[in-house]
């Protein structure tokens, strides 16, 4: 595990607290002066404070005479030792103190028994540290108003610590490891308004005596193992305003005592197991409802959507069914109904006055009758998910007057007809969904114009015709799936960013396969099967360097199989295609019994030669084989052999070893030939250089097109690269040179020969990876991410996070790269859209197609997916279903999901796969503001042993 920090000028930061400002007379006593005097003396600044005033120090407050320090705030300067809390508690006029985002591991009992004395002391802050043990006895403190031990290691059961704080008013203990029944001494004036004891391990029941704070206008209790009921008398709170239970153990029904909090705006209760119907009238004053995951049946109350009020509704993944209200609110921002039993028309006035609905998600019910019109009215939907129902007619052409739509998802329903033209208005259209229906004519042209759009699946369909002429104009798609359909005619130029998958299969295509498709350098899979393609293969096919999976069965082909890259499975079952290399990694071809029969014999023959030959045949066909394999190697088609011209180079390392073996020449000889790339990525693409030393270095190359890398910045990008050497976790890739061209940039990094977490899983060695291995990597990587976003500069974030970016030093020990890709490459820059820049498909945040901003939570995300990955042994992306959204339509059984390979080891392991698929979801919840941070996540996976 690596050491918590950033730079060797981690402290840096605190050299500006208590910074000059302008001059102000202290009027300070000369008591306070000292003391403030004493406290700097426990810090390490470079420079003597010369400002003889404290409150022109940063971070201090005074009051308004100058007279009196009422506040300090010591918050993110990585303080480790707590010596200096006794000497603050010696300012008896101190209202506010803030250590919050610090490394303290420890609360000095001279602190609580001294600073429990002053008696103006309003606020404590001990969020986001490390402290550990149990929670300390608050004796004194008699104005404590707001306490927060956040973000923190403490644990333990919680009795009577915090009874003596008669005026507190707002307590925060989330995310910490507390065990046991909730507490409920919480201030003996009972004053409290605000609870938040969410993200801990409190099970039981909860309690009555909680319900008698009547001044609570504030309760979280999410991700905790409470069980049993919600007392049915809760609706003595009558000042609630927030009610949040979620990822519980929560039985029962929801009480009808809910409708008499008035006040009552938001409340989530949203995976438990909660049974019985939704309450009438629930909704009466809420702004916000989330019910989801649950197990909630009966039919959707006809009044719970038409209050003015409300603005969020989330039934998800419940058995409710019936029909779907018809009166809405004007203010509905979300509803989201999917994966329930919901039957009948969706209404065909409901929808069309809600003019604030950005997102509608009816998908997975068996709604009828056909998509209304009226939908085309609300001009701000960005998500309408349909898909999975029985859903018929044509496609209303209203539905391109949602000019700011983002994503369109009608797959699986019984639509007919057309797709209409308009659909070539939706400009903002990031994912078109209309797979799996009935749909018929020809794809029309105007698709063609969707500028933004990522993902187009338009497969088991009937469209006929041909493909539209200008398909190669959406630069941005990165996968196209019209297989299953009766196209035929000329196949055009595809997209060039086309990566995850081309599905051609099934269709009507004739002639010969068309040359072009070489220039596809990042797709992984091209499905040309069940076609009527003649003739052979063009060998640009082989030029695909990021191809994985070649389909071609059941289709005219003959002649010769190229020679393809031993990471190439290729299906050419059902063809007259030969394949003459003996050492490649293609599926098998199903030959005729005759054939089969000629190949047994010449096998028999052979082991029989070896047998009589003996030692020396071994000998002699191994040294032909190596001449042959070295032979072939130069035979390759001739490769791009141009060497970059270099503008600018730099070893960043001050390891000897390497600056010593770096030869900036060779690395640049390695990247001229495609014969030594060993890994591609999103923005980057890997080559393998061995030095005239005999060490061997990645060499990555950055894709700088679609000017998405800022040119001309070479100054700026070398002292970025500058900054990321100096980085000292062993859980991070950290650059040791680079080398800029005239149009890219390389970079050196040690050569890790097992490759990537992604190659390794979804390989041939997943096998290898037990559950130790699989848990050593996933806590290296929370680790490496945790140091990353904790650098007390700024955060660095990843741009585009996946297993593909996490390399393996050893089958347990990961390192997170790609870490530069955040500083040097501006997505905002792409003529793309951003989510289809910033990430890889399954792991990229929903909110991303929104926000268009790479973010922390966006982070966890991504890591939540890769924990997925980890504890269930699927991609990302598994035939064609998010991984993500395959667990949550599981989720009712986790153990189902786990990889039964390693699951079935033991009792032990499976039950602490169990638990980390908790984690894996807090990770990949919807809700960024709900995600835990990464030092809270990697906390909870070490708790997790």
């Known amino acids: 595990m690596g050491r918590y920090e950033c730079t060797p000028t981690s402290f840096l930061g605190i050299m500006f607290f208590f910074c000059f400002c302008p001059m102000v007379l202290s009027l300070l006593s000369q008591n306070q002066t000292e003391t403030m005097t004493n406290l700097s003396k426990y810090f390490s600044f470079p420079v003597p404070w010369n400002d003889p005033n404290p409150c022109a120090w940063k971070g201090v407050t005074c009051d308004n005479t100058n007279s009196s320090v009422v506040g300090i705030s010591l918050s993110g300067f990585s303080l480790s030792s707590p010596d200096f809390l006794p000497v603050v508690c010696k300012i008896e006029t101190l209202e506010h103190l803030d250590v919050s985002n610090n490394l303290l591991s420890s609360i000095p009992d001279g602190f609580t028994t001294e600073c429990g004395k002053i008696k103006g002391l309003k606020l404590l802050n001990f969020s986001s540290n490390k402290l550990e043990g149990a929670l300390p006895t608050f004796n004194g403190f008699d104005g404590l108003e707001t306490l927060d031990m956040s973000f923190n290691q403490l644990r333990g059961r919680i009795g009577s610590e915090l009874d003596g704080l008669v005026s507190l008013k707002s307590l925060n203990l989330s995310f910490n490891n507390f065990t046991g029944s909730l507490p409920t001494k919480l201030g003996k004036s009972m004053v409290l308004e605000w609870l938040v004891l969410s993200n801990n391990h409190f099970d039981g029941k909860i309690p009555d005596e909680l319900l008698t704070y009547e001044n609570l206008t504030g309760i979280d209790l999410k991700a905790n193992e409470l069980s049993q009921s919600i007392p049915s008398n809760i609706g ?45 009238g629930i909704t009466k004053y809420l702004t916000s409802l989330d019910l989801s995951f649950n197990q909630l049946s009966g039919t959707i109350p006809e009044d719970l959507l038409s209050p003015s009020n409300l603005q969020v509704v989330d039934l998800s993944n419940n058995q409710l069914s019936g029909s779907l209200p018809t009166k809405v609110s004007p203010s509905l921002f979300r509803l989201r109904f999917g994966s329930n039993q919901l039957s009948g028309n969706i209404p065909s006035d409901g929808f069309a006055t809600v003019q604030n609905l950005t997102y509608l998600e009816l998908d997975d019910n068996e709604l009828n009758g056909s998509i209304p019109a009226g939908l085309g009215s609300c001009r701000n939907l960005t998500l309408l998910n349909l898909a999975q129902n029985h859903l018929s007619g044509e496609l209303p052409p209203q539905l391109g007057d949602l000019g700011n739509l983002h994503v369109l998802q009608l797959q699986l329903n019984k639509l007919n007809g057309t797709i209409p033209t308009k659909i070539g208005q939706l400009k903002k259209l990031i994912t078109l969904n209309l797979s799996s229906n009935s749909l018929s004519g020809s794809i029309p042209s105007e698709i063609t114009s969707l500028s933004s759009l990522t993902l187009l699946y338009l497969q088991s369909n009937k469209l006929n015709g041909s493909v539209p002429t200008h398909i190669s ?446 984690i894996a979801l807090l990770c990949v919840n919807a809700s960024p503001e709900t995600r835990p941070k990464m030092k809270s996540v990697l906390r909870m996976l070490l708790n997790a042993r």
């Open 236 to 280: 003595k709170l009558s000042k609630l305003e927030t009610l949040i239970l979620s990822s519980n153990k929560l039985i029962g029904e929801i009480p009808a005592s809910l409708l008499d909090l008035t006040n009552l705006s938001r409340f989530a209760a949203n995976q438990n197991h909660f049974t019985g119907p939704v309450p009438p």
């Open 473 to 918: 104009s959406l630069t941005v798609l990165i996968e196209l799936q019209l297989g299953q359909n009766q196209l035929s005619g000329v196949i055009p130029k595809m997209p060039l960013k086309l990566q995850v998958s081309l599905n051609l299969s099934s269709n009507l295509f004739s002639g010969p396969i068309p040359r072009g498709f070489g220039s596809l350098a990042g797709l992984e899979i091209l499905d040309l099967s069940n076609n009527k393609f003649s003739g052979q293969l063009p060998d640009d096919l082989t030029a695909m360097s990021a191809l994985t999976h070649l389909y071609l069965s059941n289709n005219q082909l003959s002649g010769e199989l190229p020679k393809f890259s031993q990471n190439v499975q290729v299906d050419f079952r059902g063809t007259n295609l030969r394949n003459t290399t003996a050492e490649h990694n293609q599926l098998p071809y199903t030959a005729s019994k005759k054939g089969i029969s000629v190949t047994l014999a010449i096998l028999i023959a052979i082991v029989a030669a070896i047998f009589l030959v003996g030692l020396v045949t071994v000998l002699f066909v191994s040294i032909s084989r190596h001449y042959y394999r070295v032979n072939d190697e130069h035979l390759q088609p001739a490769e791009d052999h141009h060497h970059p011209q270099v503008v600018q180079s730099n070893v960043l390392t001050p390891n000897g070893i390497h600056r010593s073996s770096i030869d900036f020449s060779k690395a640049m000889e390695a990247v001229a030939l495609t014969s030594n790339v060993t890994l591609k990525t999103r923005f980057s693409t890997y080559y393998k250089a061995v030095m005239p030393s005999g060490s061997i270095y990645f060499v990555k190359k950055l894709n700088w097109s679609d000017k998405i890398l800022p040119v001309g910045s070479h100054d700026k990008f070398g002292k970025e690269l500058e900054m990321l050497a100096k980085l000292n976790n062993s859980n991070v890739m950290t650059p040791l040179a680079y080398v800029l061209s005239t149009d890219t940039a390389y970079i050196l990094y040690e050569f890790i020969s097992n490759g990537s977490l992604f190659d390794v899983l979804h390989g041939s060695m997943g096998s290898s990876l037990d559950w130790a291995s699989r848990y050593s990597i996933a806590v290296g990587i929370a680790q490496g991410l945790s140091f990353l976003h904790g650098c007390s500069s700024s955060p660095i974030l990843l741009l585009d996070l996946s297993s593909k970016s996490i390399m393996l030093k050893s089958l347990k020990e990961p390192l997170v790269g790609d870490i530069e890709h955040y500083k040097v490459i501006d997505p905002s820059r792409s003529t793309g859209n951003f989510s289809a820049v910033a990430g890889s498909v399954g792991y990229i945040p929903p909110e991303y197609a929104y926000t268009m901003t790479v973010t922390m939570a966006g982070n966890v995300y991504s890591f939540g997916v890769i924990l997925l990955e980890l504890l269930i042994g699927k991609p990302a992306v598994t035939e064609g279903t998010e991984l993500v959204k395959w667990v949550l339509r599981n989720s009712a059984n986790h153990d189902y999901i786990l990889d039964f390979n390693v699951s079935r080891t033991s009792q032990a392991v499976r039950n602490q796969m169990l638990a980390i698929v908790k």
